[in-house]
């Protein structure tokens, strides 16, 4: 399970956590423009726009989880498990698998706008990467400065949704996940008024009352209502390490802790955390063993490579003794 989020202050971040609980061979990944890849149609892509992200690396094939292109369009790709139908090819679309996604809208979009009209055209087809990696029920938060967007390949078909919060969590689908939000309209970052009674004086006894209410729980609607509280209340400065670290605190508010959400006979953890400056194109991530934040830029040298440049990640805890 797991939540994306769309964040601005001075400018616009794009980050996730992913939350799991077997770890993947990730690495934040720059993949240059013009780098070939044999789409599943038969069509040879190259991409126009580099692009960087969170990557499992397969046969020079870059699997993204979520990614950033050199233009601040990003997306992420969440669980949405028996909600997702991808369908056959169709001679009316254009036929695209899910783990093209991510290469495809980014390569050849420069913006939501454009990402909109492309996503318009698709078809997301049932073919997968190998018979060892099958498809993995997703759908995806789209988004840049101006807004946001979801994708979800349902029995429906394709659906294309607005986001005006810019949060995505995983089931139930996304009009719930917006509608459950009016169920908490009385949630305040503020003191609560008393509206028990008139007849019966009340007044809080700590900060922090008006959130009374708010889910604790980890599963993905509350997740979803919880990442929108702090997320629409967030105060952040306007440097580059507040709005970075407002961003993460953001997510620390749904992040999943070992032993707290158990699966099977393992548990479910947040593997990584990322928050990526579209605007500038440096990707900040966090590890579930390492807090310490590690930043990686897409630099002109990395679009200027021939070659997918993977950075691996510094999953070993470090910590700064001052004495």
Known sequence: MCTAISFQSKDHYFGRNLDFTTAFDTAVTVMPPNYPITLRNGELFLNQYGMIGMAMVTDGYPLFFDATNEKGLSIAGLNFPNNAVYHPPKTDKYNI????????????????????????????????YSSTLPLTPLHWLVADSAGALVIESTNKGLEIYEDPIGILTNNPPFPYQLYNLTNYMNVTAEEPTNRFSPKYPLEPYSYGMGGIGLPGDLSSASRFVRAAFTKLNAVCEESEEES???????????SQQRGCTKVGSDYEITLYSSCCNTQKGIYYYTTYENRQITAVRMTKEALASQTLISYPLRKKQRILYEN
């Open 244 to 254: 970075v670290s407002q961003f993460f605190h953001i997510l620390g508010a749904v």
């Open 97 to 128: 698998t899910p783990f093209e996604l991510t290469p495809w809208l980014l390569g050849i979009c420069s913006n939501l706008q454009e990402a909109k009209a492309a996503l318009s055209k698709i078809n997301l087809t049932n073919i997968s």
